[in-house]
């Protein structure tokens, strides 16, 4: 694959998981359930553990 071709796959990808949380977030919000904001603080840590970045 090309640079150009996974850097179309990498913006896609990023803007489709930023339309999901976007939509999840909104969906939560109007049924009033505030709490699903706190998971926040449970995946965050994941994440960053999964991510072994070189320093």
């Not at 913006?11 to 904001?37: D, E, P, R, S």
Request: glycine content about 8%.
């Amino acid at each position: 694959m090309s640079d150009t071709s996974t850097r179309h796959v990498i913006a896609f990808m990023g803007t489709a998981a930023f339309l999901l949380v976007f939509l999840a977030g909104y969906i939560a919000g109007t049924l009033g359930w505030w709490i699903i904001a706190l998971l926040v603080l449970i995946v965050y840590p994941i994440i960053f553990n999964m991510v072994h970045a070189e320093d």
